[in-house]
């Protein structure tokens, strides 16, 4: 069911990849990328919270999957190039 909602969402795997990580990319300081089902639509989508905000609570959304952008997570690795 999650592969034909992703492809049906987004028309494919990588495109959902590709906006995720643009979107994640995007997050100014700390926070998280998520892929969201959302129950009114019955649709998943991509959102992004900011430092520790839930995902439900704030976008209605029920997390499945979650890209940690908080500092601590790349930092040591990658400095400040987030992309990479």
């Given at each position: 069911?999650?592969?034909?909602?992703?492809a049906?969402?987004?028309?494919?795997?990588?495109?959902?990849?590709?906006?995720?990580?643009?979107?994640?990319?995007?997050?100014?300081?700390?926070?998280?990328?998520?892929?969201?089902?959302?129950?009114?639509?019955?649709?998943?989508?991509?959102?992004?919270?900011?430092?520790?905000?839930?995902?439900?609570a704030?976008?209605?959304?029920?997390?499945?999957?979650?890209?940690?952008?908080?500092?601590?997570?790349?930092?040591?690795?990658?400095?400040?190039?987030?992309?990479?």
């Amino acid at each position: 069911p999650l592969k034909g909602l992703i492809a049906e969402c987004f028309g494919g795997f990588d495109a959902m990849k590709e906006q995720m990580s643009a979107s994640s990319i995007a997050v100014q300081g700390s926070g998280w990328g998520w892929l969201g089902y959302n129950k009114k639509t019955g649709r998943i989508e991509v959102a992004t919270c900011a430092n520790q905000d839930p995902l439900e609570a704030t976008t209605g959304l029920v997390p499945l999957f979650g890209v940690d952008v908080w500092e601590h997570a790349y930092y040591v690795d990658y400095r400040n190039v987030r992309p990479n």
